[in-house]
């Protein structure tokens, strides 16, 4: 079945460094990648997606490109800051495939703290 | 635009109760799904309804049900709860196709003693 594998962290990084989280997935078809973030007590918010291979979803200074080639979706932003102290999920959805796949698959998360 | 609404936000019952989570979606968002999130075991599907049809279902017991009204509205029921219930249960809906992507509600956190 299709499944995703993240970078399960925590990750710590100073404010203004530059993040990396790898993602990578295994499915069949065409799938829909997705990165998700969650604050503490709060529900998930879509960060960015991408639905065809070389697509670059962005979204508050994130990106990630979707590498058919290699099947990943990593996720970077250039200069973290404190309030992007968040777990980020990356996920895909096989929607468009043809297939009855109406869910998105989540990796573990990623635990994020940005120190000032 | 309202977003995915979510009650309640915390919930306590005991072993053997049952429990009904409601989740109103963002208004003309057909598709509604429903996620239950443990530190264990992560984020995992439970179903998910489109126009009152459930479409698609995880691996779950079937103590666990869910429906979809006319107006999109869903709840999710669980009985004979057990302890390893306590999860947190996400929402989320969706106008159609899943890539658009999905938006989230808050939660009903629900803790079994």
């Known amino acids: 079945g299709d499944s995703v594998t993240q970078m399960e962290g925590p990750v710590t990084l100073s404010e203004e460094a530059f993040l990396t989280i790898n993602c990578t997935y295994t499915?069949?078809?065409?799938?829909?990648l997705f990165w998700y973030v969650q604050y503490p007590g709060e529900g998930l918010q879509l960060l960015l997606k991408?639905?065809?291979?070389?697509d670059k979803g962005s979204n508050k200074g994130f990106e990630a490109t979707y590498r058919k080639e290699t099947t990943s979706f990593h996720l970077e932003k250039g200069s973290v800051q404190v309030s992007d102290s968040a777990v980020y999920f990356c996920?895909?959805?096989?929607?468009?495939?043809?297939?009855?796949?109406?869910?998105?698959?989540f990796g573990k998360g990623t635990l994020l703290t940005v120190n000032p | 635009k309202a977003g995915v609404t979510q009650t309640p936000r915390y919930l306590i019952k005991t072993r053997g109760q049952q429990v009904t989570l409601s989740c109103s979606p963002i208004?003309?968002?057909?598709?509604v799904s429903w996620y239950q999130q443990t530190p264990g075991q992560g984020l995992q599907f439970l179903f998910e309804?489109?126009?009152?049809?459930?479409?698609n279902k995880g691996n779950f017991p079937g103590r666990f049900s869910g429906r979809q009204f006319s107006n999109s509205r869903s709840e999710m029921n669980v009985s004979t709860l057990e302890l390893g219930d306590s999860a947190l249960y996400l929402c989320?809906?969706?106008?159609?196709?899943?890539?658009?992507?999905?938006?989230f509600g808050s939660g009903t956190r629900l803790t079994v003693v």
């Open positions: 989320a809906s969706s106008p159609d196709r899943g890539s658009y992507g999905y938006t």
């Open positions: 499915a069949t078809g065409y799938p829909s």
């Open positions: 991408a639905t065809k291979a070389d």
């Open positions: 996920a895909l959805s096989q929607v468009g495939s043809g297939g009855s796949n109406y869910k998105l698959t």
């Open positions: 208004s003309g968002h057909r598709s």
């Open positions: 309804y489109f126009s009152e049809t459930q479409r």
